[in-house]
């Protein structure tokens, strides 16, 4: 009779607990339906996502491209917003990829491997960029990985327009006038 009443507890604190159970997992299915996440990239093991917010002035991140322990970083941007990313590496192995996570594309838009080391954009609508540094795979190096450094400039400066004519070069003597003295 005992191993009865224990058996029917038993049985009753487990269909208790899976029901309790259940009923959470569907309450918290409702409440990631309404928020719109923004998909990630595949990001390699290890790696941690450090969530940004569009700096006042000149932010400098630095970090280590090592496999396993490697930052990327979100940065949210809003239309009309200038940016101009500029990476720097001690190590010509080490790059940075700029994803456009609004963007169905899993490619980037911008790699320093192709693209150079500074990326001066005007941003079209409201998005979140995904800024991934790391250290090439496929090319024979030495070390695991490497430091790095982005400078995030929110105001940078305009491009300047130059004032000379395109066939006047800048000289240190000035120019004979052609009229005789």
């Not at 979100?74 to 990313?85: A, E, M, N, V, W």
């Not at 693209?115 to 090439?136: F, H, R």
Request: with cysteine; charged share 25%.
């Amino acid at each position: 009779m005992r191993r009865l009443t224990l058996a029917f507890s038993l049985l009753t604190f487990v269909l208790l607990g899976s029901h309790a159970a259940c009923a959470q997992d569907t309450e918290n299915d409702d409440s990631t339906q309404g928020a719109q996440q923004t998909p990630l990239p595949q990001l390699d093991r290890g790696e941690t996502v450090e969530k940004l917010g569009f700096p006042a002035v000149l932010e400098k991140l630095t970090g280590w491209t090592k496999f396993g322990k490697g930052k990327v970083y979100t940065l949210p941007l809003k239309k009309g917003q200038h940016i101009r990313i500029t990476f720097s590496s001690k190590s010509k192995y080490a790059y940075m990829a700029i994803f456009d996570l609004s963007s169905n594309d899993d490619e980037s838009f911008f790699g320093t491997d192709e693209d150079g080391m500074i990326a001066d954009v005007t941003v079209n609508e409201d998005t979140t960029w995904l800024i991934k540094p790391y250290y090439s795979r496929v090319t024979r190096r030495r070390g695991r990985g490497a430091p790095y450094e982005i400078l995030i400039d929110p105001n940078p400066p305009a491009t300047q327009q130059s004032n000379q004519p395109a066939d006047q070069t800048p000289s240190l003597f000035p120019k004979r006038s052609s009229q005789p003295q």
